[in-house]
């Protein structure tokens, strides 16, 4: 079985880069932590097919991400989103 796969970005960072990865994600995906710190999750979109990406969830991002720029983020709530991607091998 898989660890809990989760992984954090940066909404105040330019391109909101993954900051952190757990063991769990780096198994799930097939991504070693060098390959994923620093990148915007796009990269976890090759290979889904169009009709896969939820647009409401890059919707979603986007907002979360634009309100935590005009806010102090400690005030602000946690937030999760889900969307299907691929590993690395497909």
Do not use: W
Request: charged share 20%.
């Amino acid at each position: 079985g898989f660890d809990y796969a989760v992984c954090v970005a940066h909404p105040l960072l330019d391109d909101t880069p993954l900051v952190g990865a757990s063991a769990g994600f780096t198994k799930l995906t097939g991504h070693s932590l060098r390959e994923v710190i620093g990148q915007n999750c796009r990269f976890l979109l090759k290979g889904v097919p169009e009709y896969e990406v939820s647009r409401s969830v890059q919707k979603d991002c986007k907002n979360f991400c634009a309100t935590a720029r005009l806010q102090d983020l400690a005030g602000m709530p946690t937030t999760s989103l889900l969307q299907r991607n691929c590993r690395k091998d497909g």
